[in-house]
């Protein structure tokens, strides 16, 4: 059985302009000696070269885990943001001869993908090995396409001056399969569960299922409760129940996809927010447009409120505001002690609403996941259990009642809890991605799911895209570009026209949720909200921020 090895923050970004970058700020994943390389005039391309290393990383048998690694650039000093689009020549280290690589100790190969889009690239371990342990590459090498982001005539000399930073996620592999939806062992099942026939469960595989429905409840529509629809896994939604597939680009989850091993966390989060404008900041937290010095950016609150650790300086800029976690209050007489050992930043983030959620995944050069991809995440191709947590169990349930290292990169659970759910009075918020696994954690101990992908069980709401509402069955999957809305008083929304809450001017991007809803508890709600079949707001299409909403996002595999 596979172990999970304690898992930190898994987001980091590099500064660099025509220098290198000697240390990220972040732990498990870091991104060091970022720096630019030859730059070609005639091709208009950069190289981008920089050392790589995380935790936990493998490749086994079952799937894998990778680095999704993007590219912000910047051309006027950092007053505004770009993504960066890249070459695949040049780019993969095939051999190494542009990259060394080890896990646990061990030389590998390296894999990098760049999808057809060139928004990004995946780093993992080749496809012909196999290990485990810290991963550590030296040498790799991007090469970025700036001909293609830069337009104007002094593309060349902005290219060479612009700076740089290179992000990083971790991400989970879901290889292709067939798996179950719905929970049903012919007497009960999950509320709302997936079913044809109810209490019972189906498979999701390469034939047609028509008719499935499920349970009348306040939130999912008549078409799902009442007439049903069809999903083929590896050819997508019968929308109208009628024999014959009508959006054949929906996510059914049985296709490959890398989802993010972690919730977003406090300090991805606040990486992405300090690459807004001052106008799309005020838009993705609660900020006003005067805000108060030292108050929670997240809350608009002058203290801590259930976790949140995303803050405002002691000093407000004219311009975009340099936000820190600051989860130890350490910096409210303004002596700018932000992001320090226990200040939280590995803490997944709450208050995200669905429009914060999508905007992250627009600007990352992600996708939100949909709830048949939330249910292949967790349970892979075991029969599905009736009653069971992301761990494939319906027992083994231990709440997190205390917490150890509060803030740190090793916070874990006081208790050895293995699911953070049931406002326990000594948690009361979110935890560090990851918190239940130690090295020698069990899938069960570690509340992890089949794939090693952890908390889908519990911590925080996940925001899928639903199956429940016609707007969520018409998501077609599109991943983010990196470029959010500029629009007048509608700046920083997410933008692609078929994700959940599009505006209908569409200019203005993703302004509401319809479409859009909740899976796998939270840390306030009882356990029987985190069970995988469970869908008690599955199509629940609430727009505002709260204390136990967060989520995280996937991309389908190039």
């Not at 059985?1 to 290198?20: A, E, Q």
């Not at 930073?165 to 009960?188: H, K, L, Q």
């Not at 009361?428 to 089949?450: C, D, I, K, N």
């Amino acid at each position: 059985m596979r172990k999970y090895k304690i898992c930190f923050l898994s987001s980091v970004l590099c500064l660099l302009s025509s220098v290198f970058c000697p240390l990220s700020y972040a732990n498990n994943i870091t991104v060091t000696n970022a720096a630019l390389g030859t730059q070609d005039t005639n091709a208009h391309t950069m190289a981008v070269q920089f050392d790589i290393s995380w935790e936990n990383a493998w490749r086994d048998a079952t799937n894998n885990d990778a680095a999704w690694v993007f590219i912000k650039y910047s051309t006027d000093s950092g007053a505004t943001w770009s993504h960066a689009t890249l070459k695949t020549s040049g780019t993969n280290p095939g051999d190494f001869s542009r990259g060394t690589a080890t896990v646990g100790g061990a030389s590998k190969n390296l894999d990098i993908v760049v999808p057809t889009d060139k928004k990004g690239g995946f780093v993992q371990i080749a496809s012909a090995d196999t290990g485990s342990g810290t991963l550590s590459a030296t040498g790799l090498q991007f090469v970025w396409d700036y001909g293609t982001d830069i337009a104007a005539a002094t593309k060349d000399t902005d290219a060479a001056t612009a700076t740089i930073r290179v992000m990083a996620v971790e991400m989970a592999y879901i290889p292709a399969g067939s798996f179950d939806i719905g929970d049903g062992n012919g007497t009960s099942e999950s509320t709302n569960a997936f079913h044809v026939t109810d209490n019972t469960k189906l498979t999701i595989g390469t034939t047609l299922v028509g008719s499935i429905k499920v349970d009348v409840n306040g939130y999912d529509d008549d078409q799902i409760e009442l007439t049903g629809i069809g999903i083929k896994g590896d050819g997508g939604l019968d929308t109208n129940n009628d024999g014959t597939i009508n959006n054949a680009a929906f996510p059914t989850g049985y296709n490959a996809f890398y989802i993010m091993k972690y919730e977003i966390s406090q300090g991805q989060y606040r990486d992405f927010l300090n690459m807004l404008t001052r106008a799309q900041q005020a838009a993705r937290t609660a900020i006003t447009a005067s805000p108060t010095a030292s108050n929670y950016a997240m809350t608009n609150a002058a203290t801590v409120t259930y976790r949140d650790t995303i803050r405002n300086p002691a000093s407000i800029p004219s311009g975009p505001i340099t936000f820190g976690c600051d989860y130890a209050a350490n910096s409210a007489a303004g002596n700018g002690i932000f992001n320090a050992s226990t200040d939280g930043e590995w803490i997944a983030a709450n208050y995200l609403s669905w429009m914060d959620q999508a905007a992250y995944a627009d600007w990352a050069a992600l996708r939100p996941m949909t709830e048949l991809e939330f249910e292949k995440a967790g349970r892979g191709p075991d029969a599905a259990v009736n009653g069971e947590y992301a761990w494939g169990s319906s027992g083994s349930l231990t709440q997190v009642n205390g917490i150890t290292n509060p803030g740190a990169a090793n916070e874990t659970a006081a208790n050895s809890g293995n699911c953070v759910y049931g406002g326990a009075a000594n948690v009361q918020g979110p935890m560090r991605g990851g918190v239940a696994a130690v090295s020698s954690s069990t899938r069960t101990q570690a509340g992890a799911s089949y794939y090693g992908v952890m908390e889908l069980s519990g911590n925080l709401w996940e925001r899928p895209v639903t199956v429940g509402n016609s707007n969520g069955r018409s998501f077609i999957g599109s991943h983010g570009d990196g470029i959010l809305t500029t629009t007048a008083s509608y700046e920083g929304n997410a933008t692609n026209l078929d994700w959940p809450g599009i505006d209908a001017t569409t200019a203005r991007g993703v302004t509401g949720a319809t479409g859009s809803g909740f899976r796998g508890g939270n840390w306030f709600n009882g356990s029987s909200y985190a069970r995988v079949s469970g869908r008690f707001s599955a199509a629940n299409t609430y727009a505002s921020r709260n204390i136990d909403y967060g989520g995280r996002c996937v991309r389908t595999s190039p």
